[in-house]
């Protein structure tokens, strides 16, 4: 999330309380994760599921069963407390509703676009989709509400999971779980490098997928990366990050706690205060530096906070637009008096959390009910995050008449001819001479392509 020379320079007058340790945003790709899955990627597509296998061996130290039985994933609620049950439930079905209200507004339309000349759209979901569930020293529980259960919700016919291998149920319950609870036909203890080969090859007594989504460590970013074309993707996800606006009226101990909440994804995640005040800015810098000697996950937040940890103060609410919109963030939350003035005019952002009352947890654990799969990197500048219609093909048909001939056929013939492209042109000619040049199906043309039949 830093501000380079050149974006600042674009910027109305800001000062750093705070910068960043590291110069600029932490690296998406290391040399050394590149070369070692694409050697992984090569031996998949070769050895097929022995090398997958031996992968799983290798790296995860697993060597059962690979699918996870229906009967298992039924009863896999089983195995957790009741109230996280609860919770997941609670989230599965948030999800869900807000997923299916996307899919409600996204409608097939036909339009006349000239007389006897119709042009449609439909929407139709992808067939295949391969869903990555993380579940690593932080296993993400909700994952599958925003991956499997969204790409279902879109109409998907086939939606397969993979997730790492762990534990007497070959996976993690709670995970499993999710994936029960959000309609995966099939899943599989199979995690990294190669859960998304298998996947992608066609490995698991399964066609190859049309598509692949979820989450996943710096492995799992690269096979996504290098997959991409064969299949589609949702996004490439890096360091997750979060902002926050806020200003006087904002509780400078509330700020700092939803700072660490997602500064503890990991050492190299940003996390960034944008305010108008400058002593908001030092009390909440003040609060988390209090938080961090005795917050459990201190070893991961207090580096993310070190090294990409930032409070910018700005002149006005415009000044905090400014600088929100060249971050870019993942999440982005507004803890001010003037909440509204934000909504209407921040640009860039993967989802936004308006309020002091809204805080990004409330999304990551899927209780909002909105998606956390979301651009990083400053991508948010140009992408959103998933969502029903990322699984949606918005495909488009053309319907002509005859009569419609006159108000298609004369120009493409025209602009044919002045392209160069023959064969283009006399498609057109070939329905002008089935009508007739001279009959009286040419009246309604304009009188300047008329005039040149």
């Known amino acids: 999330m830093q501000i380079t020379p050149v974006e600042a320079h674009a910027l109305p007058p800001f000062q ?66 009741p109230d996280v049950r609860t919770a997941l439930e609670m989230g599965y079905e948030r999800t869900h509703r807000f997923a299916a209200a996307q899919r409600e507004h996204l409608t097939d339309f036909e339009t006349e676009v000239a007389p006897g000349v119709v042009a449609g759209q439909r929407y139709v979901p992808v067939s295949r989709v391969g869903a990555y569930l993380p579940a690593g020293r932080f296993p993400l529980l909700a994952s599958a509400f925003m991956t499997v259960n969204v790409a279902k919700t879109a109409g998907v016919p086939t939606v397969l999971a993979c997730t790492p291998p762990s534990g007497e149920h070959g996976a993690h319950p709670a995970v499993l779980y999710g994936a029960h609870l959000s309609r995966a036909d099939r899943v599989f203890a199979l995690g990294g490098v190669q859960a998304l080969g298998a996947m992608a090859f066609g490995l698991l007594d399964e066609a190859p997928v049309d598509m692949l989504v979820g989450a996943g460590n710096a492995f799992v970013t690269e096979a996504k990366r290098q997959l991409f074309g064969r299949v589609g993707i949702d996004l490439l996800a890096g360091p997750s990050e979060v902002a926050v606006i806020a200003d006087d009226s904002a509780d400078p101990v509330w700020v700092a706690a939803d700072l660490l909440g997602q500064a503890e994804h990991g050492p190299n995640s940003p996390a960034a205060l944008i305010t108008t005040s400058e ?58 008096g003037d909440d509204d003035y934000y909504l209407e005019n921040l640009s860039n952002y993967g989802s936004l959390f308006i309020g002091s009352w809204s805080t990004v947890a409330y999304s990551d654990k899927g209780i909002a009910g909105t998606n956390h799969v979301l651009p990083t990197g400053k991508t948010a500048r140009y992408n959103a995050g998933l969502s029903v219609s990322r699984f949606l093909k918005p495909l488009t048909y053309q319907r002509a008449a005859k009569e419609g001939t006159a108000f298609l056929a004369p120009a493409v ?32 043309i304009p009188p300047a392509l008329r005039d040149r039949l």
């Open 279 to 336: 002593r908001q800015g030092r009390e909440v810098i003040a609060e988390i530096e209090r938080r961090l000697q005795s917050l459990a996950t201190r070893d991961i937040a207090g580096p993310a906070w070190r090294d990409f940890g930032s409070v910018v103060v700005v002149d006005d609410r415009a000044g905090a637009v400014a600088v929100a919109d060249v971050m870019a963030p993942e999440h982005l939350e507004i803890q001010t």
């Open 413 to 444: 013939e025209r602009v044919s001819a002045f392209e160069g492209l023959a064969a283009h042109g006399v498609t057109a000619t070939l329905r002008i001479d089935r009508i007739g040049r001279t009959s009286g199906a040419f009246d309604d």
């Open 16 to 81: 750093w309380l705070k910068k960043p340790v590291v110069d600029g945003p932490p690296a998406q790709r290391d040399p050394a994760v590149v070369e070692r899955v694409s050697q992984m990627l090569r031996g998949i597509e070769r050895g097929g599921m022995d090398a997958v296998r031996a992968y799983a061996q290798e790296l995860d130290g697993w060597s059962g069963a690979l699918e996870i039985e229906a009967a298992e994933l039924k009863k896999s609620g089983d195995a957790l407390p």
